[in-house]
């Protein structure tokens, strides 16, 4: 669900229809800051994200963490996204892009709480006898 909703995101800031006519309405320092606060980061959290996510499908709960601390990274950039406020325009498709992340993320967020309470069980209760 993590890469899922760093996929949403990712369609919603490149590969969704966009507005060429509000691009060109935008002043070159706004696009400037858009493409250094929103894009710069997205093309370097990338790579990081994806190494977590492999290692995530690992069976080891002490991947749990970087798991978690990814989901609420990828909620932060995406309220971060939010308040720039100069994507929805140039970018119509954005909004639901964001809603689809945000939705992929609340229900990471569940599987890894689900996640958490099936390790910590002790083996003895998890089996049935």
Known sequence: MVAVAWGALGYGLIFSTHDQQ?????EAGGRFAVNFSVYMPYYALT???AVVVTLGLLRAP???SPLATTTVGIALFVWWV???GLLFDPQPELS????GCVIADAAAVGALAGAW???ARPES???PR
Not at 22 to 26: K, P, V
Not at 96 to 99: E, G, Q, T, W
């Open 117 to 119: 309470v099936m390790a």
């Open 62 to 64: 002490d991947l749990l």
């Open 125 to 127: 209760a998890a089996s």
């Open 82 to 84: 939010t308040v720039q």
């Open 22 to 26: 509000a691009w060109g309405d935008l």
């Open 47 to 49: 790579l990081p994200i």
């Open 96 to 99: 639901a892009a964001l809603m």
